[in-house]
C-alpha cells in the first residue's frame, strides 16, 4: 500500500520541559529546512506538534503524558494513511512511538551510542531518558506503562543496534540477556558500519521496521550531539549511507530522530548531516512508491 504523505509528530521536550537541553535539537532541524528537503521531493507533509504537559507532575509525570500523546499521534498518522515521523528530545519517544503502531511482531533498527535498556534497579546516573526500552519491554515503569495507548510488553528477538558503544559492563550484559543483535562501534579502530549492516540486515528480517536515530551515533570528534558524545561512532557519510540501506532493505513504518542539543556544540553541522540523513532516508521510500509524490 502507498502512503499519502508524512505526518511530522513535533515533540520538542526534555523530560517534559520545552525547548530543553535536547528539546531544542527538533527546532534546529526545522529551522534549517528539513520540510522544505521533503517538499522537494515532492512528499506532503503535514505537522503535529505536541501540546505542552506543564500541568502533570515531575519529570515522569511529563515524561509519560509525552509518551501517551506520542503514541496517539502515530496511530492518528496511520489511521490517515501517513507515515509517522518523529522529531523529538527525548529517545523514550520511540517506545511511544512502538505502542502507537500498533504492530506485535515490530523489528527495531536503532542507530544510538547508548542502549536505553535500564531499569531503575540498574540506573546509576539519574537521566531518565535512559530507560525507555525498559518500558516498552514491560520491566519497568509498569503501571504508568500501562496507561499509553497501544502498550503491551515487547520482545526484542528482531532488534538490531547500530554504533552501540557507549555503555557500562552491566548495560552490555543486559543488551546480551535481551537477546538484541549489535553492529558495535569502537574506539580502538574504524568500523566498517555499512559493510556490517549489508551482511546484518542479509542475514537476518527485521520488518516491520521501527528506525530510530539518536544522533549521538555521531562519533564525538565528526560532531557532538548531546552532552554524552562518544568515540568510536560514525561519521556524517556512515549515517548517510546506513539509513540509506535501512530504508532500502527493510520496510520502515516510522522514524524518529531525537537526543540533539544544538547547543552542545556543533548544532549546525549535526543539524545539516540529520537533514541530510532523514532527506536520505525519504528518498528512498518515494523511489520504492511506498510513499506517493504530490
Given at each position: 500500500?502507498?502512503?499519502?504523505?508524512?505526518?511530522?509528530?513535533?515533540?520538542?521536550?526534555?523530560?517534559?520541559?520545552?525547548?530543553?537541553?535536547?528539546?531544542?535539537?527538533?527546532?534546529?532541524?526545522?529551522?534549517?529546512?528539513?520540510?522544505?528537503?521533503l517538499?522537494?521531493?515532492?512528499?506532503?507533509?503535514?505537522?503535529?506538534?505536541?501540546?505542552?504537559?506543564?500541568?502533570?507532575?515531575?519529570?515522569?509525570?511529563?515524561?509519560?503524558?509525552?509518551?501517551?500523546?506520542?503514541?496517539?499521534?502515530?496511530?492518528?498518522?496511520?489511521?490517515?494513511?501517513?507515515?509517522?515521523?518523529?522529531?523529538?528530545?527525548?529517545?523514550?519517544?520511540?517506545?511511544?512511538?512502538?505502542?502507537?503502531?500498533?504492530?506485535?511482531?515490530?523489528?527495531?533498527?536503532?542507530?544510538?551510542?547508548?542502549?536505553?535498556?535500564?531499569?531503575?534497579?540498574?540506573?546509576?546516573?539519574?537521566?531518565?531518558?535512559?530507560?525507555?526500552?525498559?518500558?516498552?519491554?514491560?520491566?519497568?515503569?509498569?503501571?504508568?506503562?500501562n496507561?499509553?495507548?497501544?502498550?503491551?510488553?515487547?520482545?526484542?528477538?528482531?532488534?538490531?543496534?547500530?554504533?552501540?558503544?557507549?555503555?557500562?559492563?552491566?548495560?552490555?550484559?543486559?543488551v546480551?540477556?535481551?537477546?538484541?543483535?549489535?553492529?558495535?562501534?569502537?574506539?580502538?579502530?574504524?568500523?566498517?558500519?555499512?559493510?556490517?549492516?549489508?551482511?546484518?540486515?542479509?542475514?537476518?528480517?527485521?520488518?516491520?521496521?521501527?528506525?530510530h536515530?539518536?544522533?549521538?551515533?555521531?562519533?564525538?570528534?565528526?560532531?557532538?550531539?548531546?552532552?554524552?558524545?562518544?568515540?568510536?561512532?560514525?561519521?556524517?557519510?556512515?549515517?548517510?549511507?546506513?539509513?540509506?540501506?535501512?530504508?532500502?532493505?527493510t520496510?520502515?513504518?516510522?522514524?524518529?530522530?531525537?537526543?540533539?542539543?544544538?547547543?552542545?556544540?556543533?548544532?549546525?553541522?549535526?543539524?545539516?548531516?540529520?537533514i541530510?540523513a532523514?532527506?536520505?532516508?525519504?528518498?528512498?521510500?518515494?523511489n520504492?512508491?511506498?510513499?506517493?509524490?504530490?
Open positions: 500500500m502507498t502512503l499519502d504523505g508524512i505526518t511530522l509528530i513535533f515533540s520538542p521536550y526534555h523530560v517534559g520541559i520545552r525547548d530543553h537541553r535536547v528539546g531544542n535539537g527538533p527546532h534546529k532541524i526545522r529551522s534549517m529546512g528539513v520540510e522544505w528537503e517538499q522537494k521531493l515532492g512528499l506532503n507533509v503535514q505537522v503535529n506538534e505536541i501540546g505542552r504537559v506543564d500541568d502533570f507532575e515531575g519529570e515522569i509525570g511529563r515524561s509519560f503524558e509525552l509518551i501517551r500523546r506520542i503514541s496517539l499521534a502515530v496511530t492518528e498518522a496511520v489511521t490517515n494513511n501517513r507515515f509517522p515521523f518523529v522529531l523529538a528530545g527525548n529517545c523514550m519517544s520511540s517506545a511511544a512511538v512502538a505502542c502507537g503502531l500498533n504492530i506485535r511482531d515490530l523489528g527495531f533498527i536503532y542507530f544510538d551510542a547508548h542502549d536505553d535498556l535500564d531499569s531503575p534497579d540498574v540506573h546509576e546516573n539519574g537521566y531518565f531518558d535512559a530507560m525507555g526500552l525498559s518500558f516498552l519491554r514491560g520491566e519497568s515503569w509498569k503501571a504508568l506503562m496507561t499509553v495507548p497501544g502498550f503491551k510488553p515487547f520482545k526484542y528477538d528482531k532488534f538490531l543496534y547500530v554504533g552501540l558503544r557507549d555503555q557500562s559492563e552491566v548495560q552490555k550484559q543486559r546480551v540477556d535481551a537477546g538484541m543483535d549489535q553492529i558495535r562501534g569502537d574506539p580502538a579502530k574504524k568500523i566498517n558500519f555499512l559493510g556490517e549492516l549489508q551482511k546484518q540486515l542479509a542475514a537476518k528480517s527485521y520488518n516491520p521496521t521501527l528506525v536515530l539518536d544522533l549521538d551515533v555521531l562519533d564525538q570528534d565528526f560532531g557532538k550531539a548531546n552532552d554524552y558524545p562518544s568515540p568510536g561512532g560514525m561519521t556524517g557519510q556512515d549515517l548517510v549511507d546506513c539509513i540509506r540501506l535501512v530504508s532500502a532493505e520496510s520502515p513504518r516510522s522514524l524518529t530522530v531525537c537526543c540533539f542539543d544544538p547547543n552542545s556544540g556543533d548544532g549546525d553541522k549535526v543539524a545539516h548531516t540529520a541530510r532523514i532527506r536520505t532516508f525519504f528518498e528512498e521510500m518515494v520504492a512508491n511506498a510513499i506517493q509524490k504530490l
